[in-house]
């Protein structure tokens, strides 16, 4: 079955320590999508890729970082975790002009 | 401007009695409007969409919403509720921007279900 697929579901990781979040996808979907979700919230758009051009919103902190190096999969790199970075993080594919976004499993980030 | 709102942070029902969700949008031209599910610690699921077609829509497991222009409504229902729908659903509009349709949430709705 085409899908969305995220890895690792858990990740634990230290305070400052840097970390790397993948998404990968068999949808062949020429956008891509970064959401974080944090407790009880609805998720919030932190960026997206169309192929290889990049998109960050605007309230999207500099920690946040993404790398899009072919169109099956995007990374999301989180260069000084803070405890506030908790949160899940939900990787989301379209095609663009399309209005329907296929989400990914999501990764649970623990910051300690 | 688009927007969403879920009038219900949470609702509560039995098992085998219906189920309603309330949604209200706002948009600046005929909108997509979707509902999406998420069990705890997974993705969002979609499970209904509207993009004007007809106004009453059937989604996934028994759900479905009715699009109401007069009433600026998108309420999602479904007959007889079941445990395994007890979860958080969101309300969705899309907002055009630059060629890319960004989703608008609403807060979403945490729906319990009892024995």
């Known amino acids: 079955d085409a899908m969305v697929i995220q890895n690792p579901r858990y990740q634990v990781t230290q305070f400052g320590k840097p970390v790397t979040l993948s998404c990968s996808q068999t949808l062949n979907h020429n956008v891509m999508y970064w959401y974080q979700q944090k407790s009880s919230q609805a998720p919030k758009l932190l960026f997206h890729y169309y192929d290889k051009d990049f998109n960050n919103e605007a309230d999207t902190p500099d920690n946040f970082q993404s790398r899009r190096p072919n169109t099956s999969f995007c990374f999301l790199d989180i260069r000084s975790p803070g405890l506030g970075d908790a949160a899940m993080y939900l990787c989301a594919t379209s095609n663009r002009g399309a209005d329907t976004q296929y989400f990914g499993p999501g990764t649970r980030l623990t910051v300690l | ?115």
């Not at chain 2, 189920?19 to 610690?41: A, E, G, I, K, T």
């Not at chain 2, 209904?48 to 497991?61: F, H, P, W």
């Open chain 2, 1 to 115: 401007a688009q927007s969403v709102t879920q009038l219900d942070s949470h609702v509560s029902v039995s098992e085998g009695t219906p189920v309603l969700l309330r949604c209200n949008y706002s948009s600046s031209y005929s909108p997509s409007l979707f509902w999406y599910v998420q069990h705890p610690n997974k993705g969002l699921q979609l499970l209904l969409k509207y993009t004007s077609a007809a106004t009453l829509v059937k989604g996934i497991n028994g759900f479905e919403a009715e699009f109401k222009k007069s009433e600026t409504s998108f309420h999602l229902t479904k007959p007889s509720a079941h445990m395994s729908d007890a979860a958080e659903y969101f309300c969705v509009v899309t907002l055009s921007s630059g060629g890319y349709n960004k989703l608008i949430f609403g807060a979403g709705t945490r729906l319990a279900v009892h024995p």
